[in-house]
């Protein structure tokens, strides 16, 4: 079967990480615009719960559930357990050197800050996650 027939059976999924139900919503509505099934948690028992349950194609994580920095460790178990995903981490702040570090001890793919419209970073998330999956069907192609 190719990745397209199976593409075409399965939806896509995501799973959207924030504290902030307003953050949730924005994210959720960009996301299904996208063409993507959203599963939406305010914090990290919930999040974990749904990993459980879902196989997640990308991922969009608060860097801030309940404390500062406390989104990177779940991005990082995210990338352990969907190692295909887009894991992409919002911030409340302009990244700094220290959130860029933790992008790559945690296998985050990216980090947008929070004021950014979800729009312009779905945008974006769904931009590259385009340019993997035609990488990949052209190395499948080639004989």
């Known amino acids: 079967m190719t990745a397209k027939a199976t593409s075409a059976r399965a939806p896509r999924l995501a799973l959207v990480v924030h504290s902030d139900v307003g953050v949730l919503s924005s994210f959720q509505s960009a996301l299904t615009e996208k063409g993507f099934v959203t599963i939406v948690a305010r914090d990290l028992p919930t999040a974990l719960l749904a990993m459980t349950q879902h196989y997640f194609e990308l991922a969009v994580v608060s860097s801030r559930l309940g404390e500062g920095g406390d989104g990177w460790p779940l991005a ?7 190692p295909r ?3 992409a981490v919002v911030s409340p702040d302009e990244p700094d050197v220290l959130a860029l570090q933790s992008a790559i001890n945690y296998g985050a ?14 945008g974006s998330i769904v931009a590259q996650l385009e ?5 990949s069907t052209s190395k499948s192609n080639v004989h």
């Open 85 to 87: 995903a887009f894991v």
């Open 109 to 122: 793919r990216e980090v947008f800050e929070l004021s950014r419209p979800a729009a312009e970073v779905v």
């Open 76 to 82: 990082g178990v995210l990338h352990l357990v969907f």
């Open 131 to 135: 340019i993997v999956e035609n990488r």
